[in-house]
């Protein structure tokens, strides 16, 4: 979106309180993610930008937040929505509502069924959700060699959606071994997308297979199950996914 001079002269007027905020949410509590504290105060917005907070405001369309709780969108950062048995559009109509404003999926279960055709589903799919619903591309389809699947998707397969507007890289690289055996297609979809993001998915790796997994770009991992695992990880470098929900229970482990 362009911003002109105009709009941000617009902004600051109504951010000094010169001119009635377009949306003014009263007399709320909000979450102040920064500081950890529950704030009170107005929230004054100017199109679809924040102009205001902890100050008071009038607002051309006001809104009472009086015994509510403002927080900012929630950001599923990896999520499996085929996995819930519902298609992206009854998943955003389900999340949405509930908070979750961004989710960061990885279509692997109707690739590993559909291959390219279920990637392509999904993508087309994803453009259509009220949610921002991103898309990190398949890499292990099928997950092992042990498995029957479907199909199969390989760096050319991949390669050619990464610069799809949803797609924003490479998802969970459950196949750990491949990289250490130095597999020559799996190396393939690493160096594709190297310098993009790429999910980690390395339950109990350690020591300097961690190091060689971490080498090739691999930035996180949502397997982690005990704090010392953890802390091995944060400390060389790789974020950390917590989780905590119907599959895996991971937060009464964390430090305290």
Same mark, same amino acid.
């Given at each position: 979106?362009?911003?002109?001079?105009?709009?941000?002269?617009?902004?600051?007027?109504?951010?000094?309180?010169?001119?009635?905020?377009?949306?003014?949410?009263?007399?709320?509590?909000?979450?102040?993610?920064?500081?950890?504290?529950?704030?009170?105060?107005?929230?004054?917005?100017?199109?679809?930008?924040?102009?205001?907070?902890?100050?008071?405001?009038?607002?051309?369309?006001?809104?009472?937040?009086?015994?509510?709780?403002?927080?900012?969108?929630?950001?599923?950062?990896?999520?499996?929505?085929?996995?819930?048995?519902?298609?992206?559009?009854?998943?955003d109509r389900c999340v949405l509502p509930r908070g979750t404003t961004t989710a960061i999926c990885d279509p692997h279960e109707i690739c590993n069924v559909l291959g390219e055709q279920g990637l392509r589903y999904f993508l087309d799919s994803a453009?259509?959700?009220?949610?921002?619903?991103?898309?990190?591309?398949? =890499? #292990?389809?099928?997950?092992?060699?042990? &498995? /029957?699947?479907? *199909?199969?998707?390989?760096?050319?397969? %991949?390669?050619?959606? +990464?610069?799809?507007?949803?797609?924003?890289?490479?998802?969970?690289?459950?196949?750990?071994?491949?990289?250490?055996?130095?597999?020559?297609?799996?190396?393939?979809?690493?160096?594709?997308?190297?310098?993009?993001?790429?999910?980690?998915?390395?339950?109990?790796?350690?020591?300097?297979?961690?190091?060689?997994?971490? =080498? #090739?770009?691999?930035?996180?991992?949502? &397997? /982690?199950?005990? *704090?010392?695992?953890?802390?091995?990880? %944060?400390?060389?470098? +790789?974020?950390?996914?917590?989780?905590?929900?119907?599959?895996?229970?991971?937060?009464?482990?964390?430090?305290?």
């Amino acid at each position: 979106m362009t911003v002109s001079r105009d709009d941000l002269k617009t902004r600051i007027g109504q951010a000094l309180g010169e001119a009635k905020a377009d949306l003014v949410i009263k007399n709320t509590r909000f979450l102040n993610v920064v500081t950890g504290e529950i704030a009170e105060g107005d929230i004054a917005v100017c199109g679809e930008v924040i102009v205001g907070t902890y100050e008071s405001y009038d607002g051309v369309e006001e809104i009472d937040g009086r015994g509510l709780t403002v927080v900012p969108g929630f950001i599923d950062t990896h999520v499996h929505c085929e996995s819930t048995c519902v298609t992206p559009q009854e998943f955003d109509r389900c999340v949405l509502p509930r908070g979750t404003t961004t989710a960061i999926c990885d279509p692997h279960e109707i690739c590993n069924v559909l291959g390219e055709q279920g990637l392509r589903y999904f993508l087309d799919s994803a453009g259509g959700t009220t949610l921002d619903l991103f898309v990190q591309l398949s =890499s #292990c389809v099928p997950a092992t060699e042990l &498995e /029957t699947s479907g *199909a199969r998707l390989e760096a050319p397969d %991949l390669i050619r959606h +990464m610069d799809h507007p949803r797609v924003l890289g490479l998802a969970e690289f459950m196949n750990f071994p491949g990289v250490f055996h130095k597999v020559d297609g799996v190396l393939d979809k690493l160096a594709a997308f190297d310098g993009r993001h790429i999910d980690g998915h390395a339950p109990l790796v350690t020591g300097k297979e961690l190091n060689a997994y971490l =080498s #090739c770009g691999i930035r996180n991992c949502h &397997e /982690t199950t005990s *704090a010392a695992e953890a802390m091995e990880k %944060l400390r060389k470098g +790789m974020q950390v996914l917590i989780r905590d929900g119907s599959v895996s229970k991971d937060v009464h482990a964390s430090p305290s």
